[in-house]
């Protein structure tokens, strides 16, 4: 079992940055796969991007590629997700996901259904 707790969110102006955060416990002593999903109102949950939590490659979603930087610090057990440039598109409810294993890379690493483990999420609202 892992728990995650994300934190970071908040309201920004376009163009400014913010770095959300996850924490997770249990049994973090495992590989596992970590990820961003985000879910705008009315809209699906997308993947943002996955990284293995002893390192390894990052994955990310071609649209978001650039902007947002997926980071981990396992020995801190802590998932980040730097996100510059924000547009108003970027509004949404953001969660951390995780699951044993590895992440494998590719449109599999940020399916939701990949992942039993997710946070409770937090709202990122940017205003134009």
């Known amino acids: 079992q892992v728990h995650l707790a994300e934190s970071g969110g908040g309201s920004v102006q376009a163009g400014e940055s913010l770095r959300l955060s996850c924490a997770s416990s249990g049994n973090t002593a495992l590989k596992y796969c970590m990820a961003w999903f985000r879910q705008a109102p009315g809209k699906e949950r997308e993947g943002v991007a996955a990284?293995?939590?002893?390192?390894?490659?990052?994955y990310y979603a071609d649209s978001l590629k650039g902007r947002f930087t997926i980071s981990e610090d396992s020995a801190k057990n802590m998932l980040y997700l730097q996100m510059t440039a924000l547009e108003p598109e970027d509004t949404a409810i953001y969660f951390c996901?995780?699951?044993?294993?590895?992440?494998?890379?590719?449109?599999?690493?940020?399916?939701?259904?990949?992942?039993?483990?997710w946070g409770q999420g937090t709202q990122v609202t940017v205003s134009s």
């Open positions: 990284v293995d939590n002893r390192g390894g490659r990052p």
């Open positions: 996901a995780a699951e044993f294993g590895f992440c494998g890379g590719g449109s599999a690493s940020l399916s939701s259904a990949k992942y039993n483990f």
